[in-house]
């Protein structure tokens, strides 16, 4: 399984990125039940965060909550890809952004919980 990230770049506070997670050697398809895919994030000098999370087996969301309201995951099975939708950027929410894919429907939120990671895409919010 690889995870490709991608969509990353520099937008000014207010405007809007979508991250895209492309997967190969995996199918993200409707029927492929037991699995979540998610967000986190990593600025400078921080702790990988838990951004966002989709349970496939019931398309249930979970965001974290200084996300909430403003990003939003998606996937299509057709490109086995899953989105972040990401608005009302803030400068805060500058960092690298990955994928991450775990077996399991059940989200979590631990970076250990995950046994297949994208590289990063670094979004920047300045002015």
């Known amino acids: 399984v690889q995870l490709q990230a991608s969509g990353g770049g520099l937008v000014q506070p207010g405007g809007s990125l979508r991250l895209s997670c492309a997967a190969s050697?995996?199918?993200?398809?409707?029927?492929?039940?037991?699995?979540?895919i998610a967000w986190f994030r990593q600025a400078p000098r921080k702790e990988r965060e838990w951004v966002s999370c989709?349970?496939?087996?019931?398309?249930?969301?979970q965001y974290a909550d200084s996300v909430k309201g403003r990003f939003a995951i998606s996937r299509d099975n057709a490109k086995s890809t899953v989105y972040l939708q990401m608005n009302s950027l803030k400068p805060e929410d500058t960092a690298f952004y990955y994928c991450?894919?775990?077996?399991?429907?059940?989200?979590?939120?631990?970076?250990?919980?995950?046994?297949?990671w994208g590289q990063g895409t670094l979004v920047t919010v300045s002015s």
């Open positions: 989709m349970g496939t087996s019931d398309d249930t969301t």
């Open positions: 050697g995996f199918t993200l398809n409707y029927y492929a039940k037991g699995y979540a």
């Open positions: 991450a894919l775990r077996s399991g429907s059940v989200c979590t939120v631990l970076v250990a919980g995950y046994e297949y």
